[in-house]
């Protein structure tokens, strides 16, 4: 079965500095996807970044970015020069490559201290 | 549409009614998801459409949810007999099929449907 952790409830920054919420996920295949989402109090989900497990490359977008780390199963996000608009829910997602399901983890609050 | 809509944005019951939660994916997107997210929780899949087909409903709960999609595009998800614990935000997204690098396999999600059963 495909799990996803996220051991740290809550994570708080302060602005402009950087910040590294953890992701670790269980899985036997090989070819899958990763996936970071950000949940404000409006409560819908928005796609920060992605990556593609056969790729080795690091994906990043912006001031975010993500640590891939296959062999270890770990996926961390770094979120640099943190903003005010950064404050969420974040949560890290799995889906294997021809499966149907996203297993999401159960998400790292973070708060952003001006 | 421009995004995913979903209706009504909360939804206040009382135990053993009948509720129904619409879900208006993004135009042209075939694959449409439902998920369940309880307080403090990650979103928990439900039910799963390519097309009108229901190709993975492993995570209905239980027979008091079902939900269909007629003609491809808007879904309703709806609960019999509500109970205290299907008290939750139904997520709905939905995504193009193909490869990740095109943009497809992406979730976008509606802002869910906030149930409260009393």
């Known amino acids: 079965a495909q799990t996803v952790t996220q051991s740290q409830p809550e994570m708080s920054v302060q602005e402009a500095e950087t910040v590294t919420l953890s992701c670790t996920y269980d899985t036997s295949e090989s070819d899958y996807y990763l996936f970071w989402y950000k949940q404000p109090p409006s409560r819908q989900m928005i796609l920060v970044i992605r990556q593609e497990a056969y790729k080795q490359q690091n994906a990043t977008e912006n001031r975010f970015s993500v640590n891939f780390q296959k062999a270890a199963k770990s996926f961390s996000l770094k979120i640099s020069d943190s903003q005010l608009g950064d404050a969420a829910m974040y949560f890290c997602a799995y889906r294997w490559n021809t499966g149907n399901q996203f297993y999401f983890g159960t998400g790292t609050s973070l708060t952003v201290i001006p | 549409g421009a995004g995913v809509s979903q209706t009504p944005s909360n939804k206040v019951t009382e135990k053993g009614k009948y509720v129904e939660l619409r879900c208006d994916p993004i135009?042209?997107?075939?694959?449409l998801y439902w998920y369940r997210q309880s307080l403090g929780q990650g979103p928990e899949f439900l039910i799963y459409?390519?097309?009108?087909?229901?190709?993975?409903d492993s995570g209905l709960p239980n027979d008091r949810f079902f939900a269909v999609r007629p003609e491809g595009s808007v879904s309703t998800l709806k609960i019999q007999r509500t109970e205290r614990g299907d008290s939750a935000v139904y997520l709905c997204a939905s995504s193009l099929k193909g490869t990740l690098s095109s943009g497809a396999n992406v979730l976008t999600f509606g802002a869910g449907s906030r149930l409260t059963v009393l």
């Open positions: 459409f390519q097309g009108t087909g229901a190709a993975d």
């Open positions: 135009s042209g997107h075939t694959a």
